[in-house]
């Protein structure tokens, strides 16, 4: 596994964020805004905390747990 440093993961994330802007103005005509980035973000947040619930057999959720959960951090972070 490659070593990465704090500016290289800084770089990456604002490339990924442009792609998520041209995907944005492609079906929805203009960017989210600020609002529409913090509401998306607090529900996946969400369903990271209920997909773990879900793996800890708290929560009822039939399907493959783990990968959707591991799909979610992913997007979170």
């Known amino acids: 596994m490659k070593d990465t440093n704090f500016?290289?993961?800084?770089?990456r994330s604002a490339q990924i964020r442009k792609?998520?802007?041209?995907?944005?103005?492609?079906?929805?005509?203009?960017?989210?805004?600020?609002?529409?980035?913090?509401?998306a973000f607090l529900t996946d947040a969400g369903l990271v905390g209920r997909l773990?619930?879900?793996?800890?057999?708290?929560?009822?959720?039939s399907g493959e747990i783990d990968s959707e959960l591991e799909h979610k951090l992913g997007e979170c972070l």
Do not use: C, F, N
């Open 19 to 39: 792609r998520y802007h041209q995907l944005e103005r492609r079906y929805h005509g203009k960017e989210w805004t600020v609002e529409e980035d913090a509401l």
């Open 52 to 61: 773990t619930m879900a793996q800890q057999g708290r929560w009822p959720k």
């Open 7 to 11: 500016s290289e993961v800084i770089e």
